[in-house]
């Protein structure tokens, strides 16, 4: 990909989650745990992640986005579990993408969770109490639920692209 269409591709990705993630705020969802989302934002890191040549190129849609949501809505609390989640969500999916055994389905779903495991971690590490993943029977099934359906809408995104 040539520098400028690199630069603008990348620049209309980290834009694109940005407004999903800013919609998503407007939607109220009355979900079992404080704090869980859907995470419309992560349809485009996963588009990122087929679309683009390298990881390192989807993973840098992915900081900024988080950056830039964290100065739109949130504060220092929220880019520490931002970053915690979407890092070890994104390290998940970078892993099995490469493995080439897993569709986008089964990627989101994986991310979806990992999100979770990272966000916990982050958390109990923050006020130092281990038993915050005690919230994980509730959080990981969300987890894989809303990667399915993520995953979904990713896969007949590229689908469309493609055509």
Known sequence: ????????YLALLTG???????LEGLIPLPFLAPGAKLGLANIITLIALYTLPRWQDAALV????IVLASLFGGGPT???????GG???FAAMVLLQKSGRFSPLGISSAGGFCHHIGQLL??????????LFCYLPI????????GILLGWTATKILVHKNN
């Open 1 to 8: 990909m040539r520098s400028t269409k690199k630069l603008v």
């Open 122 to 131: 982050a958390a109990s590490l923050a006020i130092g109490s281990p038993q």
């Open 87 to 89: 890092l070890m969500s």
């Open 78 to 84: 929220i880019l520490l579990y931002s970053l915690s």
């Open 62 to 65: 992915l900081f900024l986005r």
């Open 139 to 146: 959080l990981g099934p969300c987890g894989l639920l809303t």
């Open 16 to 22: 694109q989650s940005l407004v999903l993630f800013l």
